[in-house]
């Protein structure tokens, strides 16, 4: 079993809707959840950091934290083109940024 | 700010040649990192460093090397390339975070290495 599972998609939904994006998790040690953003050929950046379990919310996204499921979520409100990207979820139980483990994933395409 | 900094973004190698993927960021990061990128399989560690001097092993680190003489400078070396290096690596750097504060990874743009 992998250590993140995330539905590699690919999703594609119409502008204007809320998108919504998970992984899950087996190491019950993780305890810092971010989600990073990959448009085509380009590095990850980073979009949202979450510790421990809560909600989070930076303008039109949205991450969510479930430890007791071991369950994470990144919701997108009127979506946009322009969102358009691969999105990584991304976990680590080190203190201090030490070793992220990421999932595979999830290709989005926002259709105008 | 040129943030982090890989060089070539390109590269064509054949099978049992050697190469440096190089890594350089200006952020004053202590940490930083190598991985690799293949589809349908995520972001792999292939090794990291918590400072100058410091190297650790990753996820998927045989037939790679590393060195960190400087803060800034990162390298990877591929000894005797095999197509199964074929993949896209990212460098990427970080500051230490805390639990309220974490500003994540700082990527390159990325090198496109085939090996044919």
């Known amino acids: 079993q992998k250590e993140v599972e995330q539905d590699p998609g690919p999703l594609s939904v119409p502008e204007g809707a809320i998108v919504s994006l998970n992984c899950t998790y087996s190491?019950?040690?993780?305890?810092?959840f971010m989600w990073y953003r990959q448009y085509s050929r380009k590095g990850p950046e980073l979009l949202m950091y979450?510790?421990?379990?809560g909600n989070k919310e930076d303008g039109r996204f949205t991450a969510q934290v479930d430890k007791s499921s071991k369950y994470i979520s990144l919701f997108i409100r009127d979506s946009q083109p322009s969102d358009s990207a691969t999105y990584l979820c991304?976990?680590?139980?080190?203190?201090?940024?030490?070793?992220?483990?990421f999932g595979t994933g999830t290709r989005l395409t926002i259709i105008p | 700010n040129a943030g982090v900094t890989q060089t070539p973004k390109f590269r064509i190698l054949k099978i049992g040649q050697s190469m440096t993927l190089q890594c350089a960021q200006d952020?004053?990061?202590?940490?930083m990192y190598w991985y690799r990128q293949d589809p349908g399989m995520g972001l792999k560690l292939i090794y990291y460093?918590?400072?100058?001097?410091?190297?650790d092993k990753g996820e998927v680190p045989n037939g790679y090397n590393v060195s960190r003489s400087t803060t800034e400078d990162f390298p990877l070396r591929l000894e005797l390339a095999a197509p199964s290096q074929t993949s896209v690596y990212f460098c990427?750097?970080?500051?230490?975070?805390?639990?309220?504060?974490?500003?994540?990874?700082?990527f390159g743009s990325g090198t496109r290495l085939t090996v044919v």
């Open positions: 952020m004053n990061h202590n940490y």
């Open positions: 190491n019950s040690a993780f305890q810092y």
């Open positions: 990427a750097s970080s500051p230490r975070g805390t639990h309220e504060v974490n500003y994540g990874y700082t």
């Open positions: 991304a976990m680590s139980g080190d203190f201090g940024n030490e070793k992220l483990t």
């Open positions: 460093s918590v400072g100058a001097g410091i190297t």
């Open positions: 979450t510790y421990s379990s």
